[in-house]
């Protein structure tokens, strides 16, 4: 059920990563060809998730990769996007796994690169970022406030983690796949699992007010289980209203993967094992549309960019007494 006429709604924020066909194959430590076609994410899920949006009239955050709007045809559907009011976001220029490992120089030349790229192609600088695979340091962040960025988003704060890592570790295996795969520090798990100003030393700590807020994807309360559409997909509508209870008297962001919909046969082969692939289009559609249905009757749901300055122009410590 929605929240009650007399509960004020908290803000809340819907995003969708954007990991084109390649990116998802290096992931699961193939070499797709360097010619490989990568607009089936771009021109059919891309194009779906901007009909569920258009239909229940939200706004969304789309992280894009650099190197995949090199494309021509994949610039114009971005720039569909942007035309639509939805917020394009740096999810880095090569999408590179193990970002966290990377020194300094290329983590600064991966964000202001893709970020460059999103200036040009839309006339609005980003203002959030995203590492591939939930991997961020203190570095990173240090970056992005040097670069004049409003928030990152690149923290999955869940006692998950390293079953998410072993469980792509054996997906990988066949490969012999030595592909870093993501996540971070172990400490990460125990960041905040709602907005926060992270600690120039320790990520995973909250500090003082400072000019770039972290905000995370949601997770529950109880055992840090993500809230995000890979769980929700997998364990259903009752399931998901029953996190959707847990977690609403907090600031919510909800991450949907822009593979969420396609269709089995839509995707190589070798992506069927990633999570809900082989689910049928009609019902992952039906799923994601009710997801984000839910969402907006109980948030007042606004790009991610929108969330963070509403939440920066709140008292410190009155935004974490009462939404906290």
Request: proline share 6%; with cysteine; hydrophobic share 35%.
């Amino acid at each position: 059920m929605p929240l009650g006429e007399g509960h004020k709604k908290n803000w809340g924020t819907v995003q969708v990563d954007v990991d084109s066909i390649t990116h998802l194959l290096k992931f699961y430590g193939h070499h797709p060809q360097e010619n490989h076609q990568d607009n089936p994410i771009y021109r059919l899920g891309l194009h779906r998730f901007r009909e569920l949006f258009r239909g229940l009239n939200v706004k969304a955050t789309f992280m894009v990769v650099g190197e995949d709007i090199l494309n021509v045809e994949n610039q114009e559907i971005i720039k569909t996007l942007a035309d639509d009011g939805h917020e394009i976001a740096n999810h880095s220029f090569r999408h590179r796994y193990g970002f966290s490992r990377l020194n300094s120089q290329a983590q600064y030349e991966e964000i202001a690169s893709a970020g460059k790229r999103i200036e040009e192609l839309t006339g609005q600088r980003p203002a959030g970022f995203r590492a591939p695979g939930w991997d961020v340091d203190c570095r990173t962040i240090s970056i992005l406030e040097r670069l004049g960025y409003e928030y990152d988003s690149s923290i999955l704060p869940s006692y998950l983690n390293p079953i998410m890592k072993l469980a792509h570790r054996l997906m990988s295996i066949q490969n012999r796949s030595r592909r870093p795969s993501g996540m971070g520090s172990p400490m990460l798990a125990f960041s905040p699992n709602y907005p926060y100003y992270p600690d120039n030393r320790y990520i995973w700590k909250r500090t003082t007010k400072r000019s770039i807020l972290e905000i995370p994807c949601t997770t529950l309360p109880f055992g840090r289980i993500p809230f995000y559409s890979n769980f929700n997909m997998l364990l259903g509508r009752k399931f998901f209203d029953l996190c959707l209870g847990a977690i609403r008297r907090h600031p919510c962001n909800y991450v949907f993967h822009a593979v969420d919909l396609m269709a089995p046969d839509e995707l190589d082969q070798e992506l069927l094992v990633h999570p809900n692939a082989k689910m049928p289009l009609q019902e992952k559609q039906a799923l994601c549309g009710y997801f984000v249905k839910r969402l907006k009757e109980n948030y007042k749901l606004v790009v991610t960019i929108e969330m963070a300055k509403k939440i920066k122009q709140a008292p410190h410590s009155t935004y974490y007494e009462e939404h906290l």
